[in-house]
């Protein structure tokens, strides 16, 4: 996950003993390629292409991972970006996921495209992304990151390399939450839809991504009781083994292929 899987980076991880560093060269190489291409857009959305995807690394650590145009600008609205995030997409810089306000058949006909994730294309470029060249001196960082001995947000990481699988399995992107209007806050986050696409029988399966080894299925929980009739199955994806809680199976991120 934090070498990536741009050809590249593996040869120059794999060829240099294993080195981080030598892979976050090659990285930081394909970075730069990235921003040159951004120069050459169009001049009327260039700024606001270069804007969003500096700031995709701060985006992706907030709690929500939602993209705020307020934090790019302050007259910020989705229509004067959309060309922005078309064009990252297109590109193959990003991974576009769109809010799904009313999970059903045809996730696309219910997406409200004024809220929307923007997570990079390759986990790899993350983690080069979000650091700066003398914060990866000697690869320290690097060993920190993969011994869990950095206070960082690991959930930006694990849960852009899920956006990543999933995207690779051909699926398109969305997510759900839910405001509820007596707590004052969503009492819903679940972080991706993906639905069987049948049309006799259609079913959709939320899922959670959890970095860490403890955590809660509260918002999981509510959707499936809110959506019963709609939900096939509920899926955690974390860091520990197969297993089985009631409506919900949890499997290890290896087994995100199988969805």
């Known amino acids: 996950m934090l070498v990536g899987g741009m050809p590249k980076s593996v040869s120059a991880y794999l060829e240099n003993n294993r080195s981080f560093v030598a892979s976050d060269l090659e990285k930081r190489d394909i970075i730069a390629l990235y921003r040159n291409d951004i120069n050459k857009a169009d001049v009327k959305y260039r700024t606001r292409i270069s804007s969003v995807f500096e700031q995709i690394p701060a985006f992706l650590s907030m709690h929500e991972k939602r993209v705020r145009l307020s934090n790019i600008g302050s007259n910020g609205s989705y229509p004067m970006y959309q060309d922005t995030f078309y064009w990252l997409s297109n590109s193959m ?140 199955k509920a899926y955690v994806i974390h860091p520990k083994n197969l297993s089985v809680k009631g409506d919900i199976i949890c499997i290890p991120s290896y087994m995100t292929m199988c969805l």
């Open 93 to 232: 810089m990003t991974n576009e996921c769109f809010n799904c306000n009313d999970p059903n058949m045809g996730l696309s006909l219910n997406e409200d495209r004024t809220l929307i994730k923007c997570y990079m294309g390759d986990t790899g470029l993350l983690v080069s992304h979000a650091f700066t060249e003398s914060e990866i001196a000697e690869g320290e960082l690097y060993k920190q990151i993969l011994h869990d001995n950095l206070s960082l947000n690991e959930g930006m990481l694990f849960e852009n390399a899920i956006a990543q699988c999933l995207v690779a399995k051909g699926y398109k992107l969305f997510f759900y939450t839910h405001y509820s209007e007596e707590k004052h806050r969503n009492d819903i986050e679940i972080d991706f839809l993906i639905s069987n696409g049948s049309i006799t029988k259609p079913k959709i399966y939320p899922i959670e991504v959890k970095s860490g080894k403890k955590y809660t299925t509260k918002s999981l929980e509510r959707f499936i009781e809110k959506y019963r009739q709609r939900v096939g």
